[in-house]
């Protein structure tokens, strides 16, 4: 499966975006679904998970109540909806897909199959 991401940008503090994530190849509805991020210097780290039939959703602390992920199998899309955003969000932001199930969403080594990422600057 192959993944592209978009809707990244520059946003002030305080902003939202959203980030969709386009899966082409196979379809992903019985794949869990992730989105992961990366600072500059810093490793990369879960955000939010989505695990397929069910749609349970998980969370890092860090974004819990402020962002939110969600799947349209019929359009082989994730989404993660970001509001509240904080300076610290900045990072480039990756989607990865697995097929379920996936034990630790918000782990790595979980998943094969990773997009190019996408840039959120928060400023």
């Known amino acids: 499966v192959q993944l592209v991401e978009s809707g990244g940008g520059s946003v002030q503090a305080g902003g939202s975006l959203t980030l969709s994530c386009v899966a082409s190849?196979?379809?992903?509805?019985?794949?869990?679904m992730g989105w992961f991020r990366q600072a500059p210097g810093a490793e990369r780290e879960g955000v939010a998970g989505?695990?397929?039939?069910?749609?349970?959703?998980i969370y890092a602390d860090s974004v819990e109540g402020r962002f939110t992920i969600s799947r349209d199998d019929a359009r082989q899309t994730v989404s993660l909806q970001m509001n509240s955003l904080r300076v610290e969000d900045t990072a480039m932001y990756y989607c990865?897909?697995?097929?379920?199930?996936?034990?630790?969403?918000?782990?790595?080594?979980?998943?094969?199959?990773w997009g190019r990422g996408t840039q959120v600057t928060v400023s």
């Open positions: 989505i695990d397929a039939e069910v749609g349970s959703t």
């Open positions: 990865a897909a697995e097929p379920s199930p996936v034990p630790q969403p918000l782990a790595l080594h979980e998943y094969r199959h």
């Open positions: 190849g196979k379809s992903i509805a019985t794949y869990a």
